[in-house]
């Protein structure tokens, strides 16, 4: 690797900020070998909440048996695990199953630790509408309130999978910074799961983030993504948004190559299916390859080497892949 992109990426902060891999959390070796600082283990989706909550407790318990994980509350925590060479986990639901029909339950789940919380995943809920809904409702009267819960608990609002009505109306609604954890522009791959520009922006303008995607459906027609055609997303977002507004949600998930087999990947793909979580538009089917050389989370260095050959300068980079985030953190959660 270049000397000048082996340094910058041991001493950049990388924040990874959705990352449902880590449903096996043995998996968070493959992040530290990464050079990851920080990681954003699913630990919700659809589910009500006793799930969420096992699943929770399960983080409580695993950070309290190991020195070399920390428990992300703040900006700060983020900060204090670089130094350490630790590795920061935040608490992320995909989704506001968890929540059930129970404002107090958001006050519950931020005090456990959960520090963001998307709206919805893909399909209708009890918020609004997801972005594969066959209808295009914004939040619901629930929804408002929701919105206004998490502001007052400072909880991030993520409008990842999240209808555009519904990512719009809780972009007006909140008084905080709103995200969009994980999501391509839909200008340089037509997915209905990446977004519009003027979606986008209209996060930006909160002061939010919009992370860039590894998963191969997203990227781009190509069963096995190149590393450019990720990159070519990045370099979209940065020239639209400006650089202060771009991150990575990489989204690394169980039912990828090499974690599984052909068989395997192609029963959990049905399974969603036939949930009606994913479509076949969106969701092509597996094996899913993430872009060349990132195809792991353990080959993060290489996409500091590409971004490097592609012309980005290391400030840029240190801001995409972590100190944008950690303003959003100093901004909800505090620093």
Not at 39 to 45: H, S
Not at 66 to 84: E, T
Not at 95 to 115: H, M, N, Q, R, S
Not at 144 to 165: F, K
Request: hydrophobic residues 45%; glycine residues 8%; aromatic residues 6%.
């Amino acid at each position: 690797m270049d000397p000048r992109a082996r340094q910058l990426h041991d001493d950049a902060i990388l924040i990874d900020a959705v990352c449902p891999l880590l449903s096996d959390p043995a998996l968070i070796a493959d992040y530290q070998k990464g050079g990851v600082t920080a990681a954003a283990p699913t630990v919700g989706i659809m589910d009500p909440a006793p799930v969420a909550l096992r699943n929770i407790g399960m983080w409580h318990r695993l950070i309290r048996e190991r020195d070399d994980l920390v428990l992300v509350r703040s900006a700060a925590d983020v900060r204090a695990a670089k130094a350490a060479g630790k590795t920061g986990v935040i608490l992320h639901f995909q989704g506001t199953g968890p929540i059930e029909d129970c404002l107090e339950f958001v006050d519950a789940f931020k005090a456990l630790g959960v520090g963001v919380m998307q709206l919805a995943y893909n399909i209708k809920n009890r918020i609004g509408d997801g972005c594969e809904e066959r209808t295009d409702a914004g939040l619901s009267r629930f929804g408002l309130q929701v919105i206004e819960r998490m502001n007052a608990a400072r909880m991030i609002v993520d409008c990842s999978h999240t209808g555009y009505r519904t990512s719009m109306d809780a972009i007006e609604h909140s008084s905080r910074p709103v995200i969009i954890s994980h999501a391509n522009p839909r200008a340089v791959h037509d997915s209905p799961r990446n977004i519009p520009d003027d979606l986008a922006r209209a996060i930006a303008a909160t002061g939010g983030t919009v992370g860039v995607v590894g998963f191969p459906g997203f990227v781009s027609g190509e069963a096995r993504p190149t590393m450019d055609a990720f990159i070519d997303h990045i370099a979209h977002w940065v020239a639209l948004l400006g650089v202060d507004h771009v991150t990575l949600g990489i989204d690394y998930y169980l039912g990828q190559s090499p974690y599984v087999d052909d068989a395997t990947a192609r029963r959990m793909y049905e399974a969603r299916l036939a949930d009606n979580s994913w479509s076949p538009k969106a969701y092509p089917p597996p094996p899913h390859v993430y872009p060349a050389g990132i195809e792991t989370p353990a080959g993060m260095p290489a996409l500091t080497e590409a971004l490097l050959a592609r012309g980005f300068a290391e400030a840029e980079i240190r801001k995409i892949y972590g100190e944008n985030l950690l303003r959003v953190y100093e901004t909800v959660w505090g620093a």
